[in-house]
């Protein structure tokens, strides 16, 4: 039972990228019954909710992300995603997928820098 993130990287400010999240064992099977977070980890600083999405779909995003950030989810391929634009130095860190509040992925490093 995990979650496994990728597609995250190097990009300059103003630029994009997509976090994608793939639950796989029991995660997989049970994706559509839970909501679904992106968390991140700055350095040095505390792990913060970013986006979540419920098994219906609502929505919620920290204000610092309102507007540049987008979650998303496919119950039909089980997947989950974070497109993010216009990046900027401040959302560089560590991000975590977790499944209701519960189950944890391994992270994915954002570095937004020239």
């Known amino acids: 039972v995990k979650l496994v993130e990728s597609g995250g990287g190097l990009v300059q400010p103003g630029g994009s990228l997509t976090l994608s999240c793939a639950p796989s064992?029991?995660?997989?099977?049970?994706?559509?019954?839970?909501?679904m977070l992106w968390y991140r980890q700055a350095p040095g600083k505390e792990r913060e909710l970013v986006a979540s999405?419920?098994?219906?779909?609502?929505?919620n995003y920290v204000d610092s992300v309102k507007g540049r950030f987008a979650i998303s989810r496919d119950n039909a391929k089980n997947m989950l995603y974070l497109q993010m634009n216009n990046l900027k130095p401040d959302d560089t860190g560590v991000y975590y997928c977790?499944?209701?509040?519960?189950?944890w992925g391994q992270g994915t490093r954002v570095t937004v820098s020239s």
């Open positions: 977790n499944e209701g509040g519960f189950l």
């Open positions: 064992g029991a995660a997989f099977n049970r994706f559509s019954k839970y909501a």
């Open positions: 999405i419920s098994q219906s779909g609502a929505i």
